[in-house]
């Protein structure tokens, strides 16, 4: 999909409106330190934790945090991850941990494009993990985003490695319980896009999930893989 494509899909997908428009001053926050919210126990569609060891390799899943609407990509990836130090657009450095796991590979990032905001949804995705590069992709097994083709590692804290995005995808947290090999979220890191994405899509939110988009997760998360989630996960 060409960007001219990708315009007219996004004047049919309400998950990119006002991509064009954004506001300059746009409302983000920097933290520096792990800025920490209610633990969430990572667990599948029935409810059960999800163990680390069964995450397939480089396959692209998704679930909600800090908020109900904001959602995050979770990967395990075909390699550690060593830690990575990182810095935000201003300029503000932070120490990205690394992977999780007995392999140190699973890695969770905010799925909310640091560029202009673009999201998964239910009904389209513009932005998502790829095991092979896309046409104007530099390699493979990255994160791209097809408004403005941004692309991020996220073997390397999700650093940016081409396109506009200004910073890389905040980071998600996770701790790994060797012992009963689960997954719980608990802070962000880096740049935080949620203000503005909240303010940006106030109301497609509304219509979508309604007042408790807001919401904080607390206790579990739903994790999907990328594929069941979303109807079209958009190629380009
Ligand atoms: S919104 Fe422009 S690259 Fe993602």
Same mark, same amino acid.
């Given at each position: 999909m060409d960007r001219r494509d990708f315009i007219e899909s996004c004047s049919k997908s309400a998950a990119c409106l006002g991509a064009a428009t954004l506001p300059n001053t746009m409302a983000w926050a920097a933290y520096t330190q792990a800025h920490e919210y209610a633990k969430a126990l990572l667990c599948n569609a029935q409810g059960e934790p999800v163990k680390a060891s069964s995450l397939k390799v480089n396959t692209n899943y998704v679930f909600h945090y800090p908020f109900e609407a904001t959602p995050v990509f979770l990967l395990n990836l075909d390699k550690a991850a060593p830690p990575k130090s990182l810095n935000t657009k201003n300029k503000d450095t932070y120490a990205w941990p690394g992977g999780v796991g007995a392999n140190r590979s699973i890695v969770a990032f905010s799925a909310i494009c640091a560029h202009q905001l673009v999201y998964p949804t239910p009904q389209v995705s513009f932005i998502s993990f790829r095991k092979s590069r896309s046409t104007k992709g530099v390699q493979d097994n990255l994160i791209h985003c097809c408004a403005d083709h941004s692309q991020y590692d996220p073997a390397l804290g999700?650093?940016?490695?081409?396109? /506009?995005?200004?910073? /890389?995808l905040c980071a998600v947290l996770l701790q790994h319980d060797a012992k009963a090999d689960t997954l719980t979220a608990y802070a962000t890191l880096g740049g935080e896009m949620f203000e503005e994405f909240f303010k940006k899509y106030e109301a497609k939110l509304s219509l979508d999930i309604g007042a408790k988009a807001k919401n904080k997760i607390i206790a579990t998360a739903t994790v999907h893989e990328l594929e069941k989630f979303c109807r079209n996960a958009v190629q380009c």
């Amino acid at each position: 999909m060409d960007r001219r494509d990708f315009i007219e899909s996004c004047s049919k997908s309400a998950a990119c409106l006002g991509a064009a428009t954004l506001p300059n001053t746009m409302a983000w926050a920097a933290y520096t330190q792990a800025h920490e919210y209610a633990k969430a126990l990572l667990c599948n569609a029935q409810g059960e934790p999800v163990k680390a060891s069964s995450l397939k390799v480089n396959t692209n899943y998704v679930f909600h945090y800090p908020f109900e609407a904001t959602p995050v990509f979770l990967l395990n990836l075909d390699k550690a991850a060593p830690p990575k130090s990182l810095n935000t657009k201003n300029k503000d450095t932070y120490a990205w941990p690394g992977g999780v796991g007995a392999n140190r590979s699973i890695v969770a990032f905010s799925a909310i494009c640091a560029h202009q905001l673009v999201y998964p949804t239910p009904q389209v995705s513009f932005i998502s993990f790829r095991k092979s590069r896309s046409t104007k992709g530099v390699q493979d097994n990255l994160i791209h985003c097809c408004a403005d083709h941004s692309q991020y590692d996220p073997a390397l804290g999700a650093q940016v490695l081409s396109g /506009p995005a200004p910073q /890389p995808l905040c980071a998600v947290l996770l701790q790994h319980d060797a012992k009963a090999d689960t997954l719980t979220a608990y802070a962000t890191l880096g740049g935080e896009m949620f203000e503005e994405f909240f303010k940006k899509y106030e109301a497609k939110l509304s219509l979508d999930i309604g007042a408790k988009a807001k919401n904080k997760i607390i206790a579990t998360a739903t994790v999907h893989e990328l594929e069941k989630f979303c109807r079209n996960a958009v190629q380009c």
